[in-house]
């Protein structure tokens, strides 16, 4: 079946940063773009962007161009998003999800980012 | 960008009710194509949230049919026809059809 499983929680401080990961199974990884959305504690979501897994070009809402990379281990049908130079507001649960044609079919069980002095 | 309103915020339903959800966009979510990229997720409490509806009126695979959405242009509505204890939680629009994406706020749904 299909899946999409997220690495573990992370607890950072300001200033540092971090790579979390986004391990698809049940199908072909390269055939389905993946994107990125950010929830912050109690609010509601809100999309960070997206990658091509079949060429690797990534594309980034505003709010999310640089100190946010998104990119890809094709050959273990991961997508990966770093984070540099942590900020408190950071502090959010990342899913990636995936998306055929019309919608985010599938998505990530989600990680926990704690940036926290 | 385009933003999408959901109301009412809060929704306070018995078992059996059935209870309907509005998403407003500020633009027309007609693509060029013909396609109208209007979805609706729910994500209960602690999960990730999950796929209902996807193109206004599609129910995604393994959604009861008490489920149901309608709507054009910009205005849109997801209806839950009998509401029943496992249809808590906050209850999304999500628009594909304009980069950025965007989501609506989200309406709680609470069951008396």
């Known amino acids: 079946q299909i899946q999409l499983v997220q690495s573990g929680p992370e607890l950072k401080k300001p200033g540092e940063s971090v790579k979390i990961s986004c391990k698809a199974s049940g199908y072909t990884f390269t055939d389905y773009a993946m994107h990125w959305v950010k929830q912050a504690p109690g609010k509601g979501l809100k999309w960070m962007g997206w990658i091509n897994t079949y060429t690797g070009k990534p594309t980034y809402a505003d709010d999310f161009k640089g100190r946010f990379v998104f990119s890809l281990e094709a050959s273990a049908s991961t997508a990966n998003l770093q984070i540099s130079n942590l900020k408190n507001e950071d502090t959010a649960t990342y899913f990636c999800?995936?998306?055929?044609?019309?919608?985010?079919?599938?998505w990530g069980q989600g990680v926990m980012v704690t940036v926290s002095s | 960008d385009v933003v999408l309103t959901q109301t009412p915020p809060t929704l306070l339903a018995t078992i059996g009710q059935s209870v309907s959800i509005s998403c407003r966009s500020s633009?027309?979510?007609?693509?060029?194509?013909?396609?109208?990229?209007l979805n609706w997720l729910l994500q209960r409490t602690g999960q990730s949230p999950q796929p209902l509806i996807y193109l206004v009126s599609k129910l995604e695979s393994g959604v009861p049919n008490r489920f149901s959405g309608s709507g054009s242009g910009t205005d849109f509505t997801l209806k839950i026809s009998g509401v029943e204890a496992e249809d808590l939680g906050v209850y999304y629009c999500?628009?594909?059809?304009?980069?950025?994406?965007?989501f609506g706020s989200g309406t709680k749904l609470e069951i008396k």
């Open positions: 999800a995936r998306s055929s044609t019309v919608a985010f079919d599938y």
């Open positions: 999500m628009q594909f059809t304009h980069y950025p994406l965007t």
């Open positions: 633009q027309s979510l007609l693509h060029s194509n013909g396609n109208t990229y």
